[in-house]
């Protein structure tokens, strides 16, 4: 292959962790993407980065099936305007979960099952690398796709999953994933460690890489600093490249962002929406109670919502844009409210 996939190559050809370009700022990517090396891929690296670029992605994340077969072949296609994370999928026997920031060549064993109590130790691995363990589409409709471990341990929950073998952009099993890490926020955030949610594609084919994907708010474009964004939650989920969002609450002098901490005081938080790129959608407000607001979206797909809530009333509030036919355009963290 062209691509030289499968073969060893010299350290000097896998992927720099850091870009000598970029400061802080909002960057895209998709941290779920199989090559040809993968069971079901059908596209080379060159071919999923001319689609990253497309996808108008700052970054991805490679996580072939239980190998690091193309860890060395990112670097001669990726140049300097698409940074390149290693990863795995880790197809296991009762569940899959990707390993994000390994080094390269790095393979994390698969050879178990939730009755062997030895995915704990495999976090472990990843985590002494630098990495994320994310809980990869936990009701994917098919045998062992189904996420059969705690989430205790894994630093992130993929809830909204790319299109399988659909047409339909958005499925039961997206909406049973966020249903899940929607009902587990109130009792994290009230513990003081809550687990952030992460949106990817799972490209196998032409055509689905960066819907949906992750959009991360990191001090540059470097595999640190995205990793980090990604594991504090300073991150929202985007159908497409097309959508724009602004989210964030005050109160008094003191303003949050996604994934931060809002200190109220006495005051209550002017929850407050910016939105691009979903003509006639709805917005809603999610707190502990729920769905707790919700707002018609105009066809010409711009405009704000403002809400009113006391850190009295909710610990968190996050949001939600649905398009006109019911299917999920934006998904964001939560903001916490102290």
């Not at 709805?282 to 809400?307: F, I, N, P, Q, Y």
């Not at 996050?318 to 355009?329: F, L, N, P």
């Amino acid at each position: 292959m062209g691509d030289e996939v499968g073969r060893e190559l010299p350290a000097s050809r896998f992927p720099r962790r850091g870009w000598p370009i970029g400061g802080r700022g909002w960057y895209r990517g998709d941290c779920h993407v199989h090559s040809v090396s993968s069971n079901g891929g059908e596209l080379t690296p060159a071919q999923l980065v001319a689609g990253a670029r497309a996808a108008g992605l700052d970054f991805l994340a490679t996580t072939e099936h239980n190998t690091a077969a193309t860890h060395g072949a990112w670097s001669r296609h990726a140049g300097d305007d698409l940074l390149v994370i290693l990863g795995q999928e880790v197809v296991t026997r009762t569940g899959h979960w990707l390993a994000l920031g390994l080094r390269p060549g790095q393979v994390v064993d698969w050879r178990y099952g939730v009755r062997d109590n030895a995915v704990d130790r495999h976090l472990d691995e990843v985590h002494r690398a630098g990495g994320l363990g994310v809980a990869a589409h936990p009701h994917a409709p098919y045998l062992s796709g189904t996420f059969m471990y705690p989430y205790q341990g894994f630093d992130v929950v993929e809830v909204w999953n790319g299109l399988w073998s659909s047409e339909v952009p958005w499925q039961a099993d997206n909406e049973a994933a966020v249903a899940e890490w929607g009902r587990g926020l109130t009792a994290e955030v009230h513990q003081g460690r809550w687990r952030p949610a992460v949106g990817n594609s799972d490209t196998h084919l032409e055509g689905q890489i960066g819907s949906p994907h992750t959009v991360v708010l990191a001090d540059e474009l470097s595999v640190d600093a995205i990793l980090a964004g990604i594991r504090a939650g300073h991150s929202w989920i985007a159908a497409s490249d097309a959508v724009e969002l602004s989210f964030t609450a005050s109160a008094g002098d003191h303003n949050a962002g996604i994934g931060e901490r809002l200190k109220t005081g006495d005051k209550q938080a002017v929850v407050r929406v910016d939105l691009a790129g979903v003509p006639g959608g709805t917005v809603s407000l999610h707190t502990e109670k729920g769905r707790a607001h919700g707002a018609s979206w105009s066809d010409t797909g711009s405009g704000t919502v403002e809400w009113h809530i006391s850190a009295e009333e909710s610990a968190f509030v996050r949001t939600e844009v649905r398009d006109a036919k019911g299917h999920m355009a934006v998904l964001s963290n939560p903001i916490i409210l102290a």
